[in-house]
Nanobody
Framework: QVQLVESGGGLVQAGDSLRLSCAVSGRTSNRYAMGWFRQAPGKEREAVAAMGWSSVSLYYADSVKGRFTVSRENDRNTIYLQMNSLKPEDTARYYC???????????????????WGQGTRVTVSS
């Protein structure tokens, strides 16, 4: 089992950048596929980015392609989501998720993930 803690959210203006972090603790020796999801008020949770345990297999939602980058720093057991050129429609609570998996693939379905953080709020003003 792992614990996930997100940080880095905040209030920014359109066009600004933010980097979200997800600190992973617990059974970090296992292999985990990781994902970033977001949920805006009144909307369903959606996948933003995901990666397989090896970080080779990557997924980005069409709405964030070219603006967001997901990465992993294994030495620090941390996952990052670099968000550039933020738009008001990026406003949401962002969640980090983990799924124990020996496969190298990513998972873009929220139901596939076993572990979730509490989320960090991102607000983008126009």
């Amino acid at each position: 089992q792992v614990q996930l803690v997100e940080s880095g959210g905040g209030l920014v203006q359109a066009g600004d950048s933010l980097r979200l972090s997800c600190a992973v603790s617990g059974r970090t020796s296992n292999r985990y596929a990781m994902g970033w999801f977001r949920q805006a008020p009144g909307k369903e949770r959606e996948a933003v980015a995901a990666m397989g345990w090896s970080s080779v297999s990557l997924y980005y939602a069409d709405s964030v392609k070219g603006r967001f980058t997901v990465s992993r720093e294994n030495d620090r057991n941390t996952i990052y989501l670099q968000m550039n050129s933020l738009k008001p429609e990026d406003t949401a609570r962002y969640y980090c998720a983990a799924k124990e998996s020996l496969l190298g693939r990513y998972y873009s379905e929220s139901g596939a993930y076993e572990f979730w953080g509490q989320g960090t709020r991102v607000t983008v003003s126009s």
